[in-house]
Structures are given as C-alpha cells and as structure tokens.
Nanobody
Framework: VQLVESGGGLVQPGGSLTLSCAAG????????MGWFRQAPGKDREGVAV????????YYASSVKGRFTITRDYDKDLVYLQMNNLKPEDTGMYYC???????????????WGQGTQVTVS
C-alpha cells in the first residue's frame, strides 16, 4: 500500500488548508485511514481517523470542531480539511492506513512520506 500526501504549505493563523492522501491499491488494507502529525521535538500524534467499517471518526481533542476527515471512495482519496489553523498545528502531517480499527494509536502498518504544514 503506497500512500502519497499533498496539500501542505504555509498559512496564516485562522486560515484553512486541505490535505489529500492518495491510497493506491489493496482496498481491504485501508479499512482504517488517518492523519497524524509530528512537530519538531515532539512525538507523532493522531489527529483524525476514519474507520470504514462503521463510518466512525476519531479526532484529537485539540482539533475537534476545526478539522474534518472525509473519504472519496470513487477517487480513492482521503482528505483532511483544516480550518481556523493555529501555530500549534504546525508540523509534518502523515497519512496512515491499516486494515484494523486502530483509532488514534500510532501502530498503523502503512505510512506516507508526509507533507509539511506551517501556521505562522
């Protein structure tokens, strides 16, 4: 499973960005897809996850109400819409996939290379 992120960039506080993740082949291995981020000097943390089985979503408390994860099954893309961005949202954002529902845990099997988001 190859995951490719796009859409990162530099944005002012209060602005918006939409990240995209192209998931490639092997649909069953992508039943659970999520976005994680890692700021310099900090651990990678779960931001938003979508579990296909029950169409369940999970969000970190720090982004709830500002970020939305969605999936376009026709285009095989997963999006992370980020609104009202804050400087503390700065970091490398990674797309992750697994066939099991792992929620916001970091033990996903498949990872993308990441896309940088800078809020300043």
């Amino acid at each position: 499973v190859q995951l490719v992120e796009s859409g990162g960039g530099l944005v002012q506080p209060g602005g918006s960005l939409t990240l995209s993740c192209a998931a490639g082949r092997y649909t069953y291995k992508r039943n659970c897809m999520g976005w994680f981020r890692q700021a310099p000097g900090k651990d990678r943390e779960g931001v938003a996850v979508l579990w296909i089985g029950g169409a369940t979503t999970y969000y970190a408390s720090s982004v709830k109400g500002r970020f939305t994860i969605t999936r376009d099954y026709d285009k095989d893309l997963v999006y992370l819409q980020m609104n009202n961005l804050k400087p503390e949202d700065t970091g490398m954002y990674y797309c992750a996939a697994d066939q099991y529902n792992l929620g916001l845990a970091r033990s996903y099997t498949y990872w993308g290379q990441g896309t940088q988001v800078t809020v300043s």
